[in-house]
């Protein structure tokens, strides 16, 4: 008892403050029980302004998701890498079209030449080529094209066929005339003199397809000249010893530039002479596509 005793004595100020204590817990025990913090109150929300609200939220994660999406930066579809290709939505067929002609020293220079490389369908064709960025000296010479390409089709659009009204002195391309030429709708001055300047340094077309290769002649125009004008007569072409020909003369041959130039040097080091001019098919990176008119111009002697 002694021990129990000395634990529970106080004196009167003690117990009066220990009593006033638990009187203060009780009276916060029954607060809390019966006056919840909580309001069982309604808050009533305007439905206009709620809707408005979830309005503005639904367009924040909107400009939120097409900040998140990859974004398109103007660039050179000349090279377009796999990934770069898939990211845009071009198939697996797509990509290698555009890696294959890419391979042959070509370069594209509107997107007209990308749809007909890479076969691409028009929607995707719209939807990419507006970021297609070329040099600058390929832009000026698209435009001076089309200009002088609506050029001639005004000069073009109130006059009948030509082909009738002239009567052609030849019907053999290597020996057509300016004015033979001119007789052709979509022919124009510029043209006749393009073509007749391109057959010069071509000494003469060897095939039809040739014709093509004219700088700013359209296809379809060329399909004109082609329905008049045959090859009826082959060039006479003088040949080059590939084996001893100059540099510059080399250069000279209208197929071949400065970088497959020198691959040929190479390997005519490599193997001091070419028995046979098929052999300039084992040079690495020799564009195959081109072989049949680079050869008219050499020979392996």
């Not at 398109?72 to 000349?78: A, G, R, S, T, V």
């Not at 390409?149 to 057509?176: E, G, M």
């Not at 197929?255 to 691959?263: A, G, P, T």
Request: with cysteine.
């Amino acid at each position: 008892m002694k021990i129990f005793k000395s634990h529970f004595w106080y004196n009167k100020s003690q117990r009066n403050g220990i009593f006033l204590l638990v009187v203060l817990i009780a009276i916060l025990q029954v607060f809390i029980f019966f006056k919840p913090f909580s309001s069982e109150e309604k808050v009533t929300i305007n439905d206009n302004d709620l809707i408005a609200f979830q309005h503005r939220i639904d367009s924040l994660k909107i400009v939120e998701i097409e900040n998140r999406k990859p974004k398109i930066y103007p660039f050179n579809p000349n090279y377009i890498s796999d990934f770069k290709g898939e990211q845009l939505g071009m198939s697996l067929e797509e990509i290698d079209r555009l890696h294959a002609f890419r391979k042959s020293n070509k370069f594209i220079n509107s997107k007209e030449d990308f749809q007909k490389i890479t076969k691409v369908s028009d929607s995707l064709l719209n939807k990419i080529s507006p970021y297609f960025k070329f040099p600058d000296w390929v832009v000026k010479r698209n435009n001076a094209l089309k200009q002088n390409q609506n050029k001639n089709r005004s000069n073009n659009a109130n006059s009948t066929d030509k082909t009738v009204a002239y009567k052609l002195s030849t019907n053999d391309i290597n020996k057509a005339t300016a004015e033979d030429l001119r007789s052709i709708n979509g022919i124009g001055p510029s043209f006749s003199e393009r073509i007749i300047k391109y057959r010069s340094k071509l000494q003469g077309f060897s095939y039809p397809s040739q014709l093509y290769e004219v700088w700013g002649l359209e296809p379809e125009i060329a399909d004109k000249v082609l329905a008049v004008f045959k090859i009826i007569e082959l060039p006479v072409i003088k040949k080059q010893n590939v084996n001893t020909v100059e540099f510059k003369q080399l250069l000279k041959n209208p197929y071949i530039d400065y970088e497959l130039c020198k691959k040929i040097f190479n390997y005519r080091d490599e193997v001091a002479e070419l028995q046979n001019i098929s052999e300039l098919k084992n040079i690495k990176g020799f564009p195959l596509d081109k072989y049949d008119r680079i050869v008219l111009y050499l020979i392996a002697e």
